[in-house]
Nanobody, 126 residues
């Protein structure tokens, strides 16, 4: 079993920055693809970013590309999401997710991910 725990959320003004962390425990996830999703009130959970097990490949949704950076430290079993130039529309609960599947491309939809954290709230004020 894999446990994912997010941290680093909070309230920030537009234009500010936050760094989210996802600590993993249980089975090693160093070979897992890791992703971040977010869900705003009344909306479906949406893909934000993902990173391959080696860190060599990343993917971002268009709305965050150039502002957010995903990274991982397999020695610390932790995945990060650095969020810069935050906008009010980035307000959501952010979830860390892990995919144990061996697939050649980075998945961007919820069903491809096997493990989920409880989420951390990010609120961006205007």
């Amino acid at each position: 079993q894999v446990q994912l725990v997010e941290s680093g959320g909070g309230l920030v003004q537009a234009g500010g920055s936050l760094r989210l962390s996802c600590a993993t425990s249980g089975r090693t996830v160093s070979s897992y693809l890791m992703g971040w999703f977010r869900q705003a009130p009344g909306k479906e959970r949406e893909f934000v970013a993902a990173i391959s097990w080696s860190g060599g490949r990343t993917a971002y949704t268009d709305s965050v590309r150039g502002r957010f950076t995903i990274s991982r430290d397999n020695a610390k079993n932790t995945v990060y999401l650095q969020m810069n130039s935050l906008k009010p529309e980035d307000t959501a609960v952010y979830y860390c997710a892990a995919s144990a599947r061996a697939i050649p491309t980075i998945p961007t939809t919820v069903p491809w991910y096997d493990y989920w954290g409880q989420g951390t709230q990010v609120t961006v004020s205007s």
